[in-house]
């Protein structure tokens, strides 16, 4: 298939989270039209199997190449972690944009001490996927790494602030924060965490920086674009949201991450 400018990028997550990465898209790219798939009849991936996790991103990615996209974002960590290479070769010439190497780069690029925490999902921890690069990225950079299991059911929920959301993420990470020789930097690895945010910020202080991969990765998708020359010229028709299980739900919890806009959305099968 050719591609062409003005045909969408497809974004996938597992669920609601990746709407972080779309609106870091949509506020760098505001001429792209983009197409979301939220797979929250599968949510959460972080707590399964690698081959379960690519087996579930293939049938995201096929629905997407349906709707002829010219680029596939993948808003997930876990995803990213486990399926990027496999994507990159079902989908052949269409550019797929993970969002590890980006984050990683980020955080590198901000920590001062070069020490760097990684919190994400099991599956992302698991595979290492944020110490191999950066590892590959800055060698002398020390990393902490943990998996945050709980944030990503905290997030789909809207659970976003108040007590119970501060404890447990004092539980996860309270120690890690709590000596003179901690990390100056805090990379969110699940595109889930970014919502939490403020009481993650009661947990690490004022002074640690918090890093997560969204606007880098829509950073490094306009580079791709612009090297294959699809950067488009005008939105060629209004974004589309699809999940796979409760269109009702998503659209609710979406607007939280959307601030307020999130148009229909509409329900498919992978
Ligand atoms: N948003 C996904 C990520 O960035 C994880 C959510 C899940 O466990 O499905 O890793």
């Not at 001062?112 to 994400?120: L, S």
């Amino acid at each position: 298939m050719t591609l062409s400018a003005s045909l969408p990028i497809g974004l996938f997550d597992s669920g609601v989270g990746g709407l972080t990465v779309f609106k870091a898209v949509r506020d760098l790219l505001p001429r792209e039209t983009l197409v979301y798939l939220g797979d929250t009849a599968r949510v959460p991936y972080g707590v399964k199997s690698k081959d379960t996790i690519v087996k579930y991103t293939l049938g995201a990615a096929e629905k997407l190449r349906e709707q002829n996209i010219k680029a596939l974002i993948i808003a997930c960590n876990t995803a990213t972690s486990a399926a990027l290479p496999t994507l990159r070769e079902y989908l052949g010439s269409i550019p797929v944009i993970g969002v590890i190497d980006p984050g990683a780069e980020a955080a590198v690029r901000v920590s001062e001490n070069k020490k760097i925490a990684v919190i994400g999902t099991e599956a992302t921890i698991r595979a290492k996927a944020y110490q191999k690069a950066i590892a590959r990225i800055s060698p002398g950079t020390r990393v902490v790494s943990r998996a945050c299991t709980l944030f990503v059911p905290l997030a789909e929920e809207g659970w976003l602030s108040g007590e119970a959301t501060e404890k447990i993420c004092e539980k996860y990470l309270g120690d890690i924060f709590a000596d003179a020789d901690a990390p100056d930097t805090l990379l969110l690895g699940c595109t889930h965490f970014p919502l939490l945010i403020p009481a993650l910020r009661k947990v690490v202080g004022e002074k640690v920086k918090i890093v997560d991969s969204a606007k880098a990765t829509a950073l490094r998708a306009r580079d791709a674009l612009e090297a294959a020359n699809l950067l488009a010229w005008e939105k060629s028709a209004p974004d589309r949201f699809f999940t796979t299980d409760n269109p009702e739900r998503f659209a609710r919890t979406g607007k939280l991450f959307l601030e307020g806009k999130l148009d229909e959305v509409e329900l498919i099968d992978i």
